[in-house]
């Protein structure tokens, strides 16, 4: 807008990816920086982190000293109320500005979703840590069959609140086989709105638009859209150097 990029999600050449996701009710950016903190607007966090760094690690370092402040784009732009899942080849990080500060996660999972926070998050997945994909074991010693196979999945939530989101993400990117594109998909698959199954309090729909996919491999962007489209995006075929920008 206005010759400067706004991000949801968004990844560079060096391999360093970084997206947004709703956060309602638990954001909050403070006027200004915290003492001895460098003020970064939120808006300003998608081009700085992914334009300076090349892996997580430093991003990290550098974040820990910032606060993101209440500065937002425009008038007319309101800030968005998100945290962050910021990740390279190697690991993963959740990034909360809260009422007590910025505060940056290590990411065992490797997935995010939106609230609650990501300690939240965590603690509620303890609930699930006898889960695996073989059968559930005869504790009680009742000799009874099991209904199936499945039986080890058993409490795992299916419906598409953010916590239910999290931990089906969350088993899945642990125990999905091929650690490929099919296989994400599937991830993303499982844990998007269809059009009709839910709905906010005004009657529309929530649905997912579109799911994206950044290979930090090869360095390719995929979109595929709810219609079904796909686009993709090689940052080996981009102009990488410049002083504006160049959309593909």
Known sequence: MGGYPLYFDAMNEKGLALAGLNYPGLAFYPQKASEGKKALAPYELF????????????????????????????????????????????????????????????????????????????????????????GMEDRMGLGLPALGVGGGTYGLPGDWTAPSRF??????????????ERAFWKILDSVSFPRGVVKDEEGR?????????????????????????????????LALEGKELVLP
């Open 167 to 180: 931990q089906k993400a969350a088993y899945l990117n642990r125990f999905l086989e091929g650690k490929d």
């Open 205 to 237: 729909d929530e649905v997912t638009l579109y799911q994206s996919l950044m290979d930090l491999d090869d360095g390719v962007y995929a979109i595929r859209r709810e219609e079904g489209e796909e686009e993709r995006f090689s940052f080996r075929s």
């Open 47 to 134: 081009t700085y982190v992914l334009g300076k760094f090349s892996d997580a690690d430093e991003a990290v370092s550098f974040l820990k000293e910032c606060s993101l402040v209440n500065e937002p784009f425009s008038e007319k732009l309101p800030l968005a109320p998100l945290h962050h899942i910021l990740a390279d080849k190697e690991r993963s990080y959740v990034i909360e500005s809260d009422m007590d500060g910025l505060h940056i996660y290590e990411n065992p999972v490797g997935v995010l979703t939106n609230s609650p926070s990501f300690p939240v998050q965590l603690e509620m997945l303890r609930r699930l840590r006898g889960i695996g994909p073989l």
